[in-house]
């Protein structure tokens, strides 16, 4: 059973412009979730994260938004560059649990 | 570095074979957790230990697969009689104690190739 659930599963955009990655979850009991950065031959890399109890958390060009209601959670990543261009992956868990319940991962990238 | 890190970078072994991989946490880190990626896929959970105590197991952790962490520093990852079908990239991460802080740090992987 696939717990979250990410779309696209690829996505090309344009230097300068919004590069937007959505998740949906099963489990009400996950209540923290993060997104990672992956790059080839690399491990996953902690870019953003945020809990339910806000419903939007911003790091420098980097946003996630939140709909506990709906169970989803989006990633937007602005003022896309080059350098951007990277695989990235949702994932959920409990604050009390032992497991990140990953995506299947987005590979973005980013036209000059 | 300060980071996680994990052992070899690469293994390629012949079927049959068995291999072992090693990870080494961030030092004040008491969760250590081993995924499994394979190619276009996000990482699947395969076990956790907190501190030596290996509190949890994926179903996807076959009796082939031992998993050890003593005195709660190090872990070590076994594969006994590779089969094809375990060629990924093995990821290790670590975390501090869950009432603290859930961000989980990963390793840049040991990439498996069963030939």
């Known amino acids: 059973q696939q717990q979250v659930k990410q779309s696209p599963q690829s996505l090309i955009v344009q230097k300068g412009g919004i590069s937007i990655i959505n998740c949906a979850y099963e489990?009400?009991?996950?209540?923290?979730f993060p997104w990672y950065q992956q790059f080839p031959g690399k491990g996953p890399a902690l870019l953003i994260a945020?809990?339910?109890?806000?419903s939007e958390k911003k790091e420098g060009r980097f946003t996630i938004s939140f709909n506990k209601s709906a169970k989803q959670f989006s990633l937007h990543i602005m003022d896309s560059q080059p350098g951007d261009s990277a695989t990235y992956f949702c994932?959920?868990?409990?604050?009390?649990?032992?497991?990140?319940?990953f995506g299947e991962g987005t590979q973005l990238t980013v036209n000059p | 570095d300060t980071g996680v890190s994990q052992n070899p970078r690469h293994k390629i072994t012949k079927r049959g074979q068995n291999v072992t991989f090693r990870c080494d946490p961030i030092?004040?880190?008491?969760?250590l957790y081993w995924y499994r990626q394979t190619l276009g896929q996000g990482p699947e959970f395969l076990t956790y230990f907190q501190n030596e105590a290996q509190l949890e197991k994926s179903r996807l952790l076959s009796d082939r697969f031992s998993a050890e962490r003593p005195k709660g520093s190090f872990s070590t990852l076994e594969i006994q009689r590779t089969e094809q079908g375990d060629s990924a990239m093995y990821l290790c991460?670590?975390?501090?104690?869950?009432?603290?802080?859930?961000?989980?740090?990963f390793g840049q992987g040991t990439r498996l190739t069963v030939v």
């Open positions: 489990n009400t009991a996950f209540d923290y």
């Open positions: 030092s004040e880190h008491n969760r």
């Open positions: 994932a959920a868990s409990k604050t009390s649990g032992s497991r990140l319940t």
């Open positions: 991460a670590s975390s501090r104690p869950a009432a603290v802080n859930t961000e989980a740090f």
């Open positions: 945020i809990r339910p109890d806000v």
